[in-house]
């Protein structure tokens, strides 16, 4: 299943001309106020007619010159960022409400109740719930009405920090288990960093920018839009075995590596987070250092103090002062060693 979108719309003031395809997994559609994510969301799940365009889920046509289906007929499951209950009714009916006409669905509200943990509330009404457990139910409910897409609009938005903790897990579990494009809109990196496997950059209604997310966070060209502090490579890496003092050695695309405090053990995969402003350069192969990570890397481009860096068959990206730069004599083509200083693992 893959959604594809393109459409035009002039408002006044800004003239919206976009286009993506969002495949199976988490898209995340980011951008800063007012480029047009919710009109986007609008088009896409037909509350706004665009002036031309076409939307389609895999081989169904949603919106095209002749068809504007209404949004009750596009199949699209929505949580935002209230969860938008019933009050009055319990979790067990709120879950029930959108397929309660619909074949399959005892099977599937067994399943979902147990892939989301609702078990416990299902008697529950929305008022004793935790902001968490809202949106968990509301995941539910929109899963339950059996769509083709999952439309997201920043969902954790109205959290706390400790409540978006509790609710990550299970959009991770989403991600991963539910066969569906799930359409994510997001204002913060960390969180797509975590969930996005696509992601697709707006700007004045416009789509800049879409690709993978380790693509878009090792391109130094857009670390201005996600904001420099977030700039940096994301990695896949395997277990191979956990030292004597606690210390994974891994194997990734840039090479053999060395990762403290983590709890896999081997043949697991992690996904490691190498941010620009952990790795320093060097020219020569440096000696007497007490970083564990020395990689052999090719300097692939050089913009606003961030080196990309081609090391084994990843991109990385550090971030260098100017001085450093002319220093170091760092251009496109040169060898260098990219001393990392550190490494995150990101929760799996
Ligand atoms: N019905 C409308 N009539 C005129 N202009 C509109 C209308 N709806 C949206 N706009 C304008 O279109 C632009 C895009 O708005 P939109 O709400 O899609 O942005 P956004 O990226 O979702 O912003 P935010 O992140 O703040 O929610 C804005 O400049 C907005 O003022």
Redesign the pocket.
Known sequence: MTLSVSFRHP????D?DVAFDAPEGVTALF??????????INVITGLMRPASGRVQLSGRVLLDGRTHLPPQARRIGCVFQDARLFPHMTVEANLRYPSRWRRGAARDFDRITAMLALGPLLARHPHSLSGGEKQRTAIGRALLSDPDLLVMDEPLAALDDARKAEIMPWLERLRDEVRLPILYVS?SVPEIVRLATTVVL?ER?RVTHSGTLSDILADPELAPALGSREAGALIRAQVEAVEQDGMLRVTTGSGPMLLQGGTARPGEVLRLRVLAHEVILSRDPPVGLSALNVLPATVVAIRDGLVQLRVGDERMLAQVTPRSIQSLDLKAGNSCFAIIKSVSILPS
Do not use: D, R
């Not at 408002?11 to 800004?14: K, T, W």
């Not at 951008?31 to 986007?40: A, D, L, Q, R, W």
């Open positions: 408002f006044p003031g800004l919206l951008g800063p106020s007012g480029c047009g994510k919710s009109t986007t204002h707006m209604g």
